[in-house]
Protein backbone atom coordinates (compact mmCIF):
# COMPACT_ATOMS: atom_id res chain seq x y z
CA UNK A 1 0.00 0.00 0.00
CA UNK A 2 1.03 3.64 -0.45
CA UNK A 3 -0.70 5.09 2.91
CA UNK A 4 0.55 8.34 3.99
CA UNK A 5 -0.09 8.80 7.99
CA UNK A 6 0.41 12.43 9.10
CA UNK A 7 -1.12 13.95 12.31
CA UNK A 8 -4.25 15.99 11.70
CA UNK A 9 -3.92 18.74 13.79
CA UNK A 10 -0.97 20.80 16.24
CA UNK A 11 -0.95 23.97 17.60
CA UNK A 12 2.24 25.89 18.69
CA UNK A 13 3.17 28.78 20.06
CA UNK A 14 4.80 31.73 18.02
CA UNK A 15 8.76 31.65 18.67
CA UNK A 16 8.68 27.83 18.98
CA UNK A 17 9.87 24.84 17.58
CA UNK A 18 7.79 22.01 15.98
CA UNK A 19 8.05 18.91 14.34
CA UNK A 20 5.62 17.28 12.01
CA UNK A 21 5.76 13.60 11.49
CA UNK A 22 4.94 11.59 8.21
CA UNK A 23 5.08 7.85 8.11
CA UNK A 24 4.24 6.00 4.89
CA UNK A 25 4.21 2.60 4.20
CA UNK A 26 5.43 2.09 0.70
CA UNK A 27 8.19 0.72 -1.02
CA UNK A 28 8.09 2.61 -4.19
CA UNK A 29 8.56 6.00 -3.35
CA UNK A 30 11.55 7.68 -4.77
CA UNK A 31 11.50 10.93 -2.47
CA UNK A 32 9.14 12.37 -0.31
CA UNK A 33 8.02 15.72 0.23
CA UNK A 34 6.54 18.81 1.74
CA UNK A 35 4.26 21.59 0.99
CA UNK A 36 2.51 24.31 2.38
CA UNK A 37 -0.73 25.20 2.19
CA UNK A 38 -2.67 28.57 3.90
CA UNK A 39 -6.57 28.29 4.00
CA UNK A 40 -8.33 28.86 0.25
CA UNK A 41 -4.89 29.28 -1.18
CA UNK A 42 -2.67 26.76 -3.56
CA UNK A 43 -0.19 24.55 -1.67
CA UNK A 44 3.34 25.67 -2.00
CA UNK A 45 6.67 23.60 -2.44
CA UNK A 46 8.55 23.63 1.02
CA UNK A 47 10.93 20.84 0.64
CA UNK A 48 11.85 17.69 -0.26
CA UNK A 49 14.48 14.39 0.48
CA UNK A 50 15.50 11.49 -2.27
CA UNK A 51 17.90 10.57 0.25
CA UNK A 52 18.42 9.56 4.13
CA UNK A 53 19.07 12.59 6.36
CA UNK A 54 18.25 15.93 7.16
CA UNK A 55 17.43 19.08 4.76
CA UNK A 56 17.82 22.47 6.03
CA UNK A 57 16.26 25.36 4.57
CA UNK A 58 16.25 28.58 6.31
CA UNK A 59 13.93 27.81 9.22
CA UNK A 60 12.28 24.76 8.00
CA UNK A 61 14.13 21.81 8.00
CA UNK A 62 12.95 18.12 6.76
CA UNK A 63 14.05 14.68 7.58
CA UNK A 64 13.87 11.20 5.97
CA UNK A 65 14.86 7.37 7.00
CA UNK A 66 13.99 5.29 4.20
CA UNK A 67 14.12 2.27 5.82
CA UNK A 68 11.20 3.32 8.69
CA UNK A 69 8.98 5.10 6.32
CA UNK A 70 9.40 8.15 7.86
CA UNK A 71 10.15 11.81 7.75
CA UNK A 72 9.35 15.10 9.00
CA UNK A 73 9.25 18.38 9.33
CA UNK A 74 10.96 20.90 11.31
CA UNK A 75 9.69 24.66 11.47
CA UNK A 76 11.85 26.53 13.92
CA UNK A 77 11.22 30.20 15.43
CA UNK A 78 7.42 30.02 14.36
CA UNK A 79 5.57 33.18 12.91
CA UNK A 80 1.95 33.34 13.50
CA UNK A 81 2.48 33.07 9.46
CA UNK A 82 3.28 29.46 9.39
CA UNK A 83 -0.54 28.93 10.65
CA UNK A 84 -0.94 26.82 7.77
CA UNK A 85 -1.24 23.00 6.50
CA UNK A 86 1.40 21.15 5.87
CA UNK A 87 1.13 18.14 3.33
CA UNK A 88 3.54 15.14 3.01
CA UNK A 89 3.66 13.46 -0.28
CA UNK A 90 5.67 10.62 -1.31
CA UNK A 91 6.83 10.47 -5.05
CA UNK A 92 6.06 7.32 -6.94
CA UNK A 93 7.60 6.87 -10.51
CA UNK A 94 5.81 10.20 -12.19
CA UNK A 95 3.68 11.13 -9.39
CA UNK A 96 3.06 12.76 -5.86
CA UNK A 97 0.99 10.79 -3.32
CA UNK A 98 -0.15 12.93 -0.92
CA UNK A 99 -1.58 12.62 2.74
CA UNK A 100 -4.10 14.63 4.39
CA UNK A 101 -2.11 17.00 5.78
CA UNK A 102 -1.22 18.33 9.28
CA UNK A 103 -3.68 21.71 10.18
CA UNK A 104 -0.94 24.00 12.61
CA UNK A 105 -1.97 26.49 14.42
CA UNK A 106 0.63 29.16 15.84
CA UNK A 107 -0.49 31.06 18.98
CA UNK A 108 0.69 34.66 20.05
CA UNK B 1 3.06 37.02 -13.09
CA UNK B 2 1.42 33.74 -11.63
CA UNK B 3 3.28 31.02 -13.47
CA UNK B 4 -0.23 28.35 -13.48
CA UNK B 5 -3.32 30.02 -13.90
CA UNK B 6 -6.62 28.68 -13.90
CA UNK B 7 -10.02 29.63 -15.03
CA UNK B 8 -13.07 29.82 -13.72
CA UNK B 9 -12.40 30.11 -10.06
CA UNK B 10 -15.64 29.82 -9.06
CA UNK B 11 -18.34 27.95 -10.41
CA UNK B 12 -21.96 26.87 -9.47
CA UNK B 13 -23.19 24.31 -12.07
CA UNK B 14 -26.40 21.93 -12.02
CA UNK B 15 -26.11 18.35 -11.98
CA UNK B 16 -26.09 16.42 -15.28
CA UNK B 17 -24.33 20.00 -17.33
CA UNK B 18 -20.81 19.57 -18.51
CA UNK B 19 -18.20 21.61 -17.46
CA UNK B 20 -15.18 22.59 -18.10
CA UNK B 21 -12.13 23.57 -16.53
CA UNK B 22 -8.98 24.84 -17.87
CA UNK B 23 -5.80 25.46 -16.41
CA UNK B 24 -2.84 27.76 -18.51
CA UNK B 25 1.02 27.81 -17.49
CA UNK B 26 3.62 30.18 -18.44
CA UNK B 27 7.04 28.38 -17.65
CA UNK B 28 7.16 25.37 -20.39
CA UNK B 29 6.66 22.69 -17.90
CA UNK B 30 6.12 19.07 -19.50
CA UNK B 31 4.69 18.04 -16.77
CA UNK B 32 1.08 18.74 -15.85
CA UNK B 33 -1.54 17.25 -13.43
CA UNK B 34 -5.30 17.80 -12.08
CA UNK B 35 -5.77 17.26 -8.11
CA UNK B 36 -8.88 17.94 -5.90
CA UNK B 37 -9.40 18.24 -3.12
CA UNK B 38 -11.80 17.22 -0.28
CA UNK B 39 -11.75 18.15 3.36
CA UNK B 40 -10.80 15.35 5.46
CA UNK B 41 -8.89 13.35 2.12
CA UNK B 42 -6.27 15.62 0.88
CA UNK B 43 -5.51 16.28 -2.60
CA UNK B 44 -5.93 13.38 -4.92
CA UNK B 45 -4.54 12.80 -8.26
CA UNK B 46 -7.34 13.10 -11.07
CA UNK B 47 -5.45 12.57 -14.66
CA UNK B 48 -1.42 14.04 -15.37
CA UNK B 49 0.11 14.78 -18.32
CA UNK B 50 3.60 14.45 -19.21
CA UNK B 51 3.60 15.78 -22.86
CA UNK B 52 0.77 16.84 -25.42
CA UNK B 53 0.49 12.80 -26.66
CA UNK B 54 0.63 11.39 -22.96
CA UNK B 55 -2.03 11.57 -20.59
CA UNK B 56 -2.39 9.38 -17.39
CA UNK B 57 -5.42 8.23 -15.11
CA UNK B 58 -4.45 9.00 -11.58
CA UNK B 59 -6.59 7.47 -8.54
CA UNK B 60 -9.87 8.80 -9.23
CA UNK B 61 -10.38 9.45 -12.93
CA UNK B 62 -13.85 7.92 -13.29
CA UNK B 63 -16.36 11.18 -14.14
CA UNK B 64 -13.66 12.95 -15.65
CA UNK B 65 -11.69 13.50 -18.75
CA UNK B 66 -9.01 15.56 -20.06
CA UNK B 67 -7.52 17.31 -22.77
CA UNK B 68 -3.69 18.40 -23.42
CA UNK B 69 -4.33 20.98 -26.28
CA UNK B 70 -0.84 22.18 -26.24
CA UNK B 71 1.96 22.10 -23.96
CA UNK B 72 0.92 25.10 -22.12
CA UNK B 73 -2.87 24.52 -21.80
CA UNK B 74 -4.59 21.42 -19.43
CA UNK B 75 -8.13 21.18 -19.35
CA UNK B 76 -10.57 19.05 -17.55
CA UNK B 77 -13.93 18.20 -17.95
CA UNK B 78 -16.81 16.56 -16.17
CA UNK B 79 -18.94 14.95 -18.96
CA UNK B 80 -22.29 15.09 -16.36
CA UNK B 81 -21.24 16.58 -13.53
CA UNK B 82 -22.77 15.00 -9.77
CA UNK B 83 -22.82 16.33 -6.25
CA UNK B 84 -19.90 14.39 -5.27
CA UNK B 85 -17.60 16.24 -7.21
CA UNK B 86 -17.99 19.27 -5.49
CA UNK B 87 -14.63 20.57 -4.32
CA UNK B 88 -11.42 22.23 -5.07
CA UNK B 89 -9.84 21.77 -7.71
CA UNK B 90 -6.31 22.28 -8.27
CA UNK B 91 -4.08 22.28 -11.45
CA UNK B 92 -0.23 21.98 -11.38
CA UNK B 93 2.76 21.98 -13.48
CA UNK B 94 6.03 21.18 -12.83
CA UNK B 95 9.22 18.53 -13.04
CA UNK B 96 9.51 15.41 -11.37
CA UNK B 97 10.50 17.52 -7.57
CA UNK B 98 8.73 20.45 -7.92
CA UNK B 99 5.03 21.21 -8.68
CA UNK B 100 3.41 24.46 -9.08
CA UNK B 101 0.31 25.00 -8.24
CA UNK B 102 -3.01 27.22 -9.49
CA UNK B 103 -4.87 29.12 -7.16
CA UNK B 104 -7.71 26.72 -7.71
CA UNK B 105 -11.35 26.50 -8.85
CA UNK B 106 -13.83 26.20 -6.61
CA UNK B 107 -16.81 23.97 -8.42
CA UNK B 108 -20.34 23.68 -6.67
CA UNK B 109 -22.51 20.57 -8.31
CA UNK B 110 -26.38 20.91 -7.03
Known amino acids: GQNIDQPTEMTATEGAIVQINCTYQ??????LFWYQQHAGEAPTFLSY????GLEEKGRFSSFLSRSKGYSYLLLKELQMKDSASYLC?????????FGTGTRLQVFP | DADVTQTPRNRITKTGKRIMLECSQT?????MYWYRQDPGLGLRLIYY???????NKGEISDGYSVSRQAQAKFSLSLESAIPNQTALYFC?????????FGPGTRLTVT
Open chain 1, 89 to 97: AGYNTDKLI
Open chain 1, 26 to 31: TSGFNG
Open chain 1, 49 to 52: NVLD
Open chain 2, 27 to 31: KGHDR
Open chain 2, 49 to 55: SFDVKDI
Open chain 2, 92 to 100: AAGTDYEQY
